[in-house]
C-alpha cells in the first residue's frame, strides 16, 4: 500500500474528519445526516492518518509528487 496522498491532501482530510466527528458528538449534527457525517469523518481521519486513499488507488489519482 503505497502512499498516494500529498501533506497538504492529509492535513486537509485529517481536520475535516476531526470536524465532522466534533459536530456529531457534540449533537450540532444528528439523525441521518449526523451518521453520515461519523463515517465520512472516520473515512477522511483514517485515510488522513495512513495517507493512502483506495478510491485514489481505484481512480490512479495521486497528489503525492513521486520521489
Do not use: H
Amino acid at each position: 500500500m503505497k502512499m498516494n496522498e500529498s501533506g497538504m491532501d492529509r492535513i486537509i482530510r485529517v481536520i475535516v474528519g476531526l470536524v465532522l466527528l466534533v459536530l456529531f458528538f457534540t449533537q450540532v449534527v444528528a439523525g441521518a445526516l449526523g451518521i453520515a457525517a461519523v463515517v465520512v469523518g472516520a473515512v477522511l481521519l483514517i485515510t488522513g492518518l495512513v495517507g493512502f486513499c483506495p478510491l485514489y488507488g481505484l481512480l490512479k489519482i495521486q497528489t503525492r509528487k513521486k520521489s
